[in-house]
């Protein structure tokens, strides 16, 4: 069977299951069955996390243990109870608020006097952009879309076997770690559109570099808390993302014997590239000012080994399909300099990676 087609029978018998692709790698892999556990104690053997921007009792943090694993573009896998089907039940559930221009603006206004009074250095202010999906389109072929238009990415399709049903590509690497304990994590910030002049030719305001800069003097000064070992920070440069360009940073370290990536990756998040500064204060900002739940939306997801390997990944550059609509999630940095048509078309570009898959 097709991997499209096995997961749209997923999705048919309302089976969970996250079917994902590493970046720069061509084969996907399919976790289906089993189930979700909010126990810590599954952290230290192979699953899935699935982590929120906010934990709460309404999205929690999970751990997903499948019943079986696949790998491929098709499969005989023999799932038990598993009907072939294709057309695929509208998974309903709690709308997220889509802000207008007017309603972004206020928002906007008001996270600024807050920095203005000197409260905070940087605020990343999120909005919803609701999006049809026409008869034709099903996530499982949205997900064979992105994984083909966007190599670099990690490309993932998630189904809790309920109501939660979200499609992504981030660019961002929030934590990798392998056997040997040698981990990798990166300060992404600041957006550019890339046009026919090319990666090498991208100008950067003093703006967007502060506002990386941010990033990346917070990633190192956790990294430093949590005890790491051989810290490597190399040279910024210009990161390709689709059709946009972004400021980066890359960390080399090891880890500790004691310190494992679940743990570490908890310290890290969220960082300010998608919540602000002072972390903790800023989050709490920006819960009292979006007028919509985040959700999974800049939280982190990935798969981790009881070898210790893991590849855990920023949640951006998503959505969650509700009925016949798609629901994007985008976000921008703000600070001090920022104006509020830069930053709402900003949300606009960052949407294109997602909207460019759903309107082929």
């Given amino acids: 069977m097709q991997l499209v087609s096995f997961l749209c029978s997923l999705l048919g018998n309302r089976i969970p299951f996250v079917s994902y692709r590493l970046p720069n790698t061509q084969v996907p892999v399919t976790l289906a069955g089993g189930f979700f556990s909010t126990d810590q104690r599954y952290a230290t053997g192979d699953c899935f996390i699935v982590a929120p921007f906010n934990s709460d009792h309404e999205t929690p943090l999970y751990y997903y243990l499948p019943f079986f694993e696949v790998e491929g573009w098709s499969t005989d896998a023999d799932f038990d109870g598993i009907d072939e089907v294709t057309a695929i039940p509208d998974f309903q559930g709690g709308k997220p608020v889509v802000a207008d221009y007017a309603s972004y603006s206020t928002q906007f206004a008001a996270l600024m006097r807050k920095m203005q009074s000197g409260k905070f250095q940087k605020l990343v202010l999120s909005r919803v952009i609701e999006a049809a999906l026409d008869g034709r389109t099903n996530p499982a072929v949205l997900f064979e879309k992105l994984c083909k238009k966007y190599p670099a990415a990690f490309v993932y399709l998630f189904y809790d076997g309920d109501k939660a049903l979200w499609l992504g590509a981030s660019p961002e690497t929030l934590l990798e770690v392998d056997a040997a304990k040698q981990g990798k994590t ?77 743990e570490l990756a908890m310290q890290l998040h969220p960082t300010p590239a998608v919540c602000g500064l002072p972390a903790v204060e800023a989050k709490k900002e920006l819960l009292l000012t979006e007028p919509h ?68």
């Fill in 186 to 262: 990166m300060s992404l910030a600041g957006t550019r559109v890339l046009d026919d002049k090319g990666i090498d030719r991208v100008y950067w305001s003093n703006k967007e570099m502060a506002e990386q800069q941010f990033v990346t003097d917070y990633i190192e000064g956790k990294l430093i808390q949590a005890g790491v070992k051989n810290l490597g920070i190399g040279e910024r440069f210009t990161s390709a993302a689709g059709n946009l360009a972004h400021l980066c940073t890359n960390f080399n370290f090891s880890l500790t014997p004691e310190l494992n990536a679940i």
């Fill in 293 to 360: 739940k985040r959700g999974l939306y800049t939280g982190f997801l990935g798969p981790v080994k009881n070898n210790g390997t893991a590849h855990l990944f920023v949640n951006l550059r998503c959505m969650q399909i509700i009925g016949k609509k798609a629901y994007l999630y985008t976000g921008g940095g703000l600070t001090i300099d920022s104006e509020v048509e830069k930053e709402w078309e900003e949300t606009k570009n960052k949407a294109e990676t997602l909207l460019a898959v759903i309107q082929e």
